[in-house]
């Protein structure tokens, strides 16, 4: 079955940085590609998707990437501030009834 | 809009007995899928209701998990008896009909078996 790899567990990054959030999948039908931040004690909340037929999606300080031949996909934070410290995960699904999830990436941002 | 509810937000129990979650999708969302983080490791897959119908239980995992969506809108996740191993958190998402996978997330049940 569909497995997603995600790197790295943990980012520390200073104010204003960037940072980057890789993942790989493993199933070249997998189409559709959603982040998600979960604060601490909180839902996890979808932040940026991005389907198969397109390269590359932006909205205001975050990005997402795919690259289909490679089976990877990535986050970009740019300007980094401390309220984007959170557990990112990525997830990748192949149908429409699952999303297979990374294992997550915590995210601090120290002032 | 409101958004996923979940009930109860954190469950202590001993093995053996028996605990009930619930989950209230955002109105008019027809799929629903619960999903479980056990620590430090990634959210898995239990199942999908389409409804009232179960469209993919492939992640259950075993018979002491028993989901129902009676009449298509709320869902209850039994576990029965509870084992060490059932303990993470258990999340609740739904999504809309036109856009079965962009799911929305509600805040989670921690469960603990002692």
């Known amino acids: 079955g569909e497995n997603v790899e995600q790197h790295p567990s943990t980012l520390s990054v200073q104010e204003g940085d960037s940072a980057v959030i890789k993942c790989t999948y493993s199933?070249?039908?997998?189409?559709?590609f959603p982040w998600y931040k979960q604060e601490l004690g909180k839902r996890p909340q979808l932040i940026i998707d991005?389907?198969?037929?397109?390269g590359e999606k932006k909205d205001q300080r975050i990005a997402v990437t795919l690259n289909k031949t490679a089976k990877h996909f990535s986050l970009h934070i740019t300007e980094t501030q401390p309220e984007d410290s959170a557990v990112y995960f990525c997830?990748?699904?192949?149908?429409?009834?699952?999303?297979?999830f990374g294992t997550g990436t915590r995210l601090q941002v120290f002032p | 809009e409101a958004g996923v509810t979940q009930f109860p937000s954190h469950s202590v129990i001993e093995k053996g007995q028996t605990v009930t979650l619930r989950c209230d999708p955002i109105?008019?969302?027809?799929?629903l899928y619960w999903y479980r983080r056990v620590m430090g490791k990634e959210i898995k897959f239990l199942l999908h209701?389409?409804?009232?119908?179960?469209?993919?239980e492939s992640g259950m995992p075993n018979n002491r998990f028993l989901a129902e969506r009676t009449g298509g809108t709320y869902s209850t996740l039994k576990v029965q008896p509870a084992e060490l191993e059932d303990s993470g958190v258990y999340f609740c998402?739904?999504?809309?009909?036109?856009?079965?996978?962009?799911?929305?997330f509600g805040p989670g049940t921690r469960l603990t078996v002692l």
């Open positions: 997830a990748a699904s192949i149908r429409t009834d699952k999303l297979i």
């Open positions: 998402a739904s999504s809309q009909p036109g856009s079965p996978d962009t799911q929305y």
């Open positions: 209701f389409v409804k009232e119908s179960k469209q993919d």
């Open positions: 991005i389907r198969s037929n397109v």
């Open positions: 109105s008019g969302h027809d799929n």
């Open positions: 199933d070249s039908a997998s189409n559709y």
